[in-house]
C-alpha cells in the first residue's frame, strides 16, 4: 500500500508518519507539504509545494497511491469564516480533486473533529466549515472517503502540537488526562491510536464513511 499524507509536520500528521513507517503494509508514504520534515527512511518520501491551492507542478508525483491521509488544518483561533475556509476547505479540496482524477482507486481519509456539523448551517463557525468539507468531500467518486472525528488526543512518543495555544494547554490538562479517561472515556483518544486507525481504514477501508471516537478506539486498539 502506497499512502500520500498532508500535514505531517502537525501533530495529527506526525502520529499518522509513526504509525504508517512502522506498519509493513505501508509500502511507501509521500509527505506532501511546504516544508521539509528534516527525517529520513527509507519508505518516505517528500514532495515540496509552493501553494496548497495548485497542484499542476507536481501532478506526476501525486499518481500510483492507494490512500490519502488528509491530517493538514489550522485552530480556529483568531480567524474569520473566509479565512479559516481558504485553510479548511479550499487547501482539501484543492488536492482532493486532483487525487481523485490521478488515483481513481484511491481511498480518501480527512482528520475532522467532533461536533462537525453536517448540516453545514449551524451557528459555530468552525463546525460548519468543517461540515462543508466533509460533505464536498463525500461528494468525490474516491473508492471510498471516511471523514475522522477525534475529539481529545493524547500526544505520544514526543510528538507535539505546532500551535503554541494547543502546546500550553496540552501542557496544562496532562495531569487530568487519567480523570479524563475516567469521566469521558468515550472522549479521550491517543495519538497512537489514532495514527493505527488511519493505517487500518486505508488499507481495510471501513463500512462507516464518519468515524467518531469510539470507532476510532476501536480500530486503533
Same mark, same amino acid.
Not at 505501508?26 to 507539504?33: H, N, S, T, W, Y
Not at 501525486?62 to 475556509?85: I, N
Not at 449551524?122 to 471510498?144: C, D, H, Q, Y
Given at each position: 500500500?502506497?499512502?500520500?499524507?498532508?500535514?505531517?509536520?502537525?501533530?495529527?500528521?506526525?502520529?499518522?508518519?509513526?504509525? $504508517?513507517?512502522?506498519?509493513?503494509?505501508?509500502?511507501?508514504?509521500?509527505?506532501?507539504?511546504? @516544508?521539509?520534515?528534516?527525517?529520513?527512511?527509507?519508505?518516505?518520501?517528500? &514532495?515540496?509545494?509552493?501553494?496548497?491551492?495548485?497542484?499542476?507542478?507536481?501532478?506526476?508525483?501525486?499518481?500510483?497511491?492507494?490512500? $490519502?491521509?488528509? &491530517?493538514?488544518?489550522?485552530?480556529?483561533?483568531?480567524?474569520?469564516?473566509? @479565512?479559516?475556509?481558504?485553510?479548511?476547505?479550499?487547501?482539501?479540496?484543492?488536492?482532493?480533486?486532483?487525487?481523485?482524477?490521478?488515483?481513481?482507486?484511491?481511498?480518501?481519509?480527512?482528520?475532522?473533529?467532533?461536533?462537525?456539523?453536517?448540516?453545514? @448551517?449551524?451557528?459555530?463557525?468552525?463546525?460548519?466549515?468543517?461540515?462543508?468539507?466533509?460533505?464536498?468531500?463525500?461528494?468525490?467518486?474516491?473508492? @471510498?472517503?471516511?471523514?475522522?472525528?477525534?475529539?481529545?488526543?493524547?500526544?505520544?512518543?514526543?510528538?507535539?502540537?505546532?500551535?503554541?495555544?494547543?502546546?500550553?494547554?496540552?501542557?496544562?490538562?496532562?495531569?487530568?488526562?487519567?480523570?479524563?479517561?475516567?469521566?469521558?472515556?468515550?472522549?479521550?483518544?491517543?495519538?497512537?491510536?489514532?495514527?493505527?486507525?488511519?493505517? *487500518?481504514?486505508?488499507?481495510?477501508?471501513?463500512?462507516?464513511?464518519?468515524?467518531?471516537?469510539?470507532?476510532? *478506539?476501536?480500530?486503533?486498539?
Amino acid at each position: 500500500m502506497k499512502i500520500i499524507l498532508f500535514g505531517a509536520n502537525g501533530m495529527v500528521g506526525q502520529a499518522a508518519l509513526r504509525e $504508517c513507517l512502522a506498519d509493513p503494509r505501508v509500502e511507501q508514504v509521500l509527505a506532501v507539504g511546504r @516544508s521539509p520534515l528534516g527525517q529520513r527512511h527509507p519508505r518516505l518520501r517528500e &514532495c515540496l509545494v509552493a501553494s496548497f491551492l495548485d497542484f499542476t507542478p507536481v501532478a506526476a508525483e501525486l499518481a500510483g497511491y492507494d490512500a $490519502c491521509l488528509f &491530517c493538514l488544518g489550522v485552530s480556529s483561533l483568531g480567524l474569520d469564516e473566509p @479565512s479559516y475556509q481558504r485553510i479548511t476547505y479550499d487547501y482539501t479540496l484543492a488536492a482532493a480533486q486532483v487525487l481523485v482524477r490521478l488515483n481513481p482507486g484511491l481511498r480518501f481519509l480527512y482528520v475532522s473533529g467532533v461536533g462537525t456539523d453536517s448540516s453545514a @448551517s449551524g451557528r459555530i463557525m468552525w463546525a460548519r466549515v468543517k461540515g462543508r468539507t466533509e460533505n464536498a468531500l463525500l461528494a468525490l467518486p474516491f473508492r @471510498s472517503a471516511h471523514m475522522l472525528r477525534p475529539a481529545f488526543i493524547q500526544p505520544r512518543h514526543g510528538i507535539r502540537s505546532r500551535t503554541r495555544v494547543y502546546r500550553i494547554l496540552y501542557t496544562l490538562l496532562r495531569p487530568l488526562v487519567p480523570l479524563f479517561r475516567r469521566l469521558a472515556p468515550g472522549m479521550v483518544l491517543d495519538s497512537d491510536q489514532l495514527g493505527r486507525a488511519m493505517v *487500518q481504514v486505508a488499507a481495510e477501508g471501513h463500512p462507516k464513511a464518519i468515524l467518531e471516537v469510539a470507532d476510532l *478506539q476501536a480500530l486503533g486498539g
